[in-house]
């Protein structure tokens, strides 16, 4: 097979390196890709948000099969574009992808099908959305109703914080804002495989880190790492997340008329009610991918394609970003990398490429806020971790920065501790709950 992976990001890399490693793909091409993707696949320019230049571009490489990265070709309709073309293509309709292109839409989808998610309402006006704020917090949840790069989501104590994310959430008559209620618990991520037949196919949960700093501290960014398997989860959490929000979902879909195949990914908080969604996407998440396609034993394609129930590596892997000085605000790029080949080669340690680029002179340098991904596998998530940070103490770029806090042991006794605490019968989880 020869394969088109769209997008540039570490998500892309790691979708790359899964593939090569694919005893059915003998040929790899990547739009537009980054400097360490280019040392696996074939670098074309592409405008991702282009539905015709994606679709032209998978006609014009001869790809056996394209898949998708990023949301925004996704929701632009490139899935709907490859395959009026009769082209092979990994990803859902435009209409299926308003799941994660509209949170106001993926409300009401859960509400419909009767799953688990916080409280929460709509607006279009600023004045009513802040009448509606104090219902729900402190802490106040605001989330950009489109899309936003992981990064149009504020949560927070303060109320002037919360009140100029509304004001900047419906800068445009045609904005929304989706205010909710605030959900306690550590943070769970399932991505499922949902193929045409309806099949749902699972893959490992993982924890993401979205805040940039430190025990969750500072802004919400794309993610700052992730790890897997979740050694604190009980055995059963993934059944319990396809029956009682993947399935449900993809029924609801179905209904519509507006079947979803592709990836499914349900972000979840374990709360002392029992597990609820905090957001839809309908992509691999960066940089959780990382960390779970290490673990994959299976052929990526045999996966995508539903021939094959994916089986897993034992032990752990955990992925650790490095961020560009000042990101998520106003990253400085061009700056040069040092230290991968020094980092690359500790046993167990991929150094995958997210914002990078080689500029004239052929120096790997920063093209984007978050640089790398350090991906470490181990026998145990102590293993991957110590791996993992060593290799991140030998890659060199000023200024940048890292949370030191990913798979931390005294993090995930705490989850442990909640995620314990169970569901709290009788309550009801559409109704917004008062901060204690």
Not at 6 to 27: F, I, K, N, Q, T
Not at 105 to 128: I, W
Not at 318 to 332: E, K, L, T
Not at 380 to 403: F, P, Q
Request: charged share 25%; proline share 8%.
């Amino acid at each position: 097979m020869k394969v088109l992976v769209v997008g540039s990001g570490g998500r892309e890399h790691a979708l790359c390196r899964a593939l090569a490693r694919d005893p059915r793909v003998d040929a790899l091409v990547c739009a537009p890709g980054n400097a360490g993707t280019a040392e696996l696949a074939e670098p074309r320019p592409l405008d991702v948000a282009d539905p015709d230049a994606v679709a032209e571009l998978a006609e014009r490489v001869g790809a056996d099969l394209t898949v998708i990265g990023p949301e925004v070709p996704l929701v632009a309709g490139a899935v709907d574009e490859l395959r009026a073309r009769g082209l092979p293509v990994f990803g859902p309709s435009a209409a299926a992808a308003r799941l994660e292109g509209s949170k106001a839409f993926a409300k009401g989808v859960m509400t419909a099908a009767g799953v688990p998610t916080a409280a929460a309402r709509d607006h279009t006006e600023v004045e009513p959305a802040l009448a509606d704020l104090d219902e729900f917090g402190p802490p106040y949840v605001v989330k950009y109703d489109g899309l936003a790069a992981g990064k149009g989501v504020t949560v927070t104590e303060d109320r002037d914080v919360a009140v100029a994310a509304v004001r900047a959430s419906l800068r445009d008559p045609d904005d929304r804002v989706v205010l909710e209620e605030y959900l306690d618990g550590p943070e769970v991520s399932l991505f499922a495989v949902v193929t045409e037949s309806g099949a749902i196919l699972p893959l490992l949960p993982a924890q993401d880190h979205k805040r940039v700093g430190d025990g969750d501290t500072g802004p919400n960014t794309g993610g700052m790492g992730a790890y897997t398997p979740l050694p604190w989860a009980s055995h059963g959490l993934s059944a319990e997340i396809v029956a009682t929000v993947i399935r449900p979902t993809v029924d609801e879909m179905a209904r519509r008329g507006t079947p979803f195949t592709g990836l499914l990914y349900a972000g979840l908080a374990l709360t002392t009610r029992g597990p609820r969604v905090v957001e839809f996407n309908v992509r691999f998440g960066d940089p959780e991918v990382q960390a779970i396609l290490a673990l994959l034993s299976t052929p990526l394609t045999d996966v995508l394609s539903g021939r094959r129930a994916p089986v897993w590596r034992s032990g752990a892997a955990i992925s650790v970003v490095v961020a560009a000085p000042g990101y998520p605000a106003a990253p400085r790029l061009g700056d040069p990398i040092r230290g991968l080949a020094a980092a690359g080669a500790l046993m167990g340690v991929d150094v995958l490429h997210a914002g990078t680029r080689r500029d004239t002179d052929g120096q790997v340098v920063s093209s984007g806020g978050r640089v790398l991904s350090v991906t470490a596998i181990g026998s145990n998530l102590e293993s991957a971790r110590g791996s993992a940070y060593e290799a991140v103490s030998r890659i060199s770029l000023a200024g940048a920065h890292y949370r030191t806090d990913i798979g931390d042991p005294s993090r995930m006794r705490h989850a442990a501790d909640v995620h314990r605490a169970g569901t709290a019968p009788g309550e009801d989880p559409t109704r917004p709950r008062k901060k204690e």
